[in-house]
């Protein structure tokens, strides 16, 4: 699998997530596979043998950076090792316990906690869509192209 691949995953991921029209637990699932797929595609990246290694430097050091990319490595990698391990994160992004159901739809927000203890609330949906975007000027700005679907 390329980065391209990589980038196509997570554009199908958000198009999941997008669809809200299914059980909480069923939308809690998808959302931490689309924010892992984010995440990770920086690693797509970075051992892409067909990059020059100044441009898969410049792009993963630019995601490190990111705001909302940020916030996707805190719940990826808090999904994935059960805690955040405080050294290792950057914003540190909780799940709160706010799981709304109207008329099907669910909606989930995160609770943004900045290492100063500031907090916000933010839906995990536009976390999701600024993160894409993110990606999209990072790796535009690179020379590259984005993949469609």
């Not at 797509?44 to 990059?51: C, E, H, P, Q, T």
């Not at 916000?120 to 700005?141: F, H, P, S, Y």
Request: charged share 30%; glycine share 6%.
């Amino acid at each position: 699998m390329s980065w391209q691949e990589q980038y196509r995953q997570v554009l199908r991921s958000l198009n999941r997530i997008q669809d809200r029209n299914k059980s909480a637990e069923d939308y809690v699932d998808e959302l931490s596979h689309f924010f892992m797929d984010c995440w990770h595609l920086k690693d797509w990246i970075r051992y892409d043998a067909g990059l020059p290694p100044k441009v898969k430097a410049a792009i993963t050091s630019a995601a490190k950076k990111k705001p909302f990319l940020q916030l996707c490595a805190d719940v990826a990698n808090g999904r994935k090792h059960l805690e955040l391990d405080p050294k290792r994160s950057f914003r540190r992004a909780v799940l709160i316990g706010e799981i709304e159901l109207r008329s099907g739809a669910a909606r989930v927000e995160y609770v943004i906690v900045d290492k100063k203890g500031g907090g916000r609330r933010l839906l995990a949906l536009d976390i999701a869509k600024r993160a894409v975007n993110q990606w999209g000027r990072i790796i535009t700005g690179q020379g590259l192209t984005l993949p469609r679907l």
